[in-house]
């Protein structure tokens, strides 16, 4: 199995910066890929951003340009940083990695960000 735990969120304002991390409980370079999901009550959790582990990234249409997704296997950890917030970026995050192990998704808690305008 594999834990992560994200920390980072917390309440910014428009046009402000955050950067969100997810810490695994495994090793990052047995994690195939790793991504940031987003989700708001009552809509389905979307993508926001995956890197693998050769490093390729790909982005929501909504994000490209302002988040960067990056990871860094000595520290287990995996990144998301955040730019010119918007309202629209409000969301619980959610980290997200596929353990090459048992090739399942593994999910964290979730931290909340709030962009108030």
């Known amino acids: 199995q594999v834990q992560l735990v994200e920390s980072g969120g917390g309440l910014v304002q428009a046009g402000g910066s955050l950067r969100l991390s997810c810490v695994a409980s495994?090793?990052?370079?047995?994690?195939?890929?790793m991504a940031w999901y987003r989700q708001n009550p009552g809509k389905q959790r979307e993508l926001v951003a995956a890197?693998?582990?050769?490093?390729?990234?790909n982005y929501a249409d909504s994000v490209k340009g302002r988040f960067t997704i990056s990871r860094d296997n000595a520290k287990n950890t995996v990144y998301l940083q955040m730019s010119s917030l918007n309202s629209e970026d409000t969301a619980v995050y959610y980290c997200?990695?596929?353990?090459?192990?048992?090739?399942?998704?593994?999910w964290g808690q979730g931290t909340q960000v709030t962009v108030s305008s």
């Open positions: 890197i693998t582990s050769g490093y390729s990234t």
């Open positions: 997200n990695g596929r353990w090459s192990g048992d090739l399942r998704d593994y």
């Open positions: 495994r090793r990052l370079v047995s994690i195939n890929r």
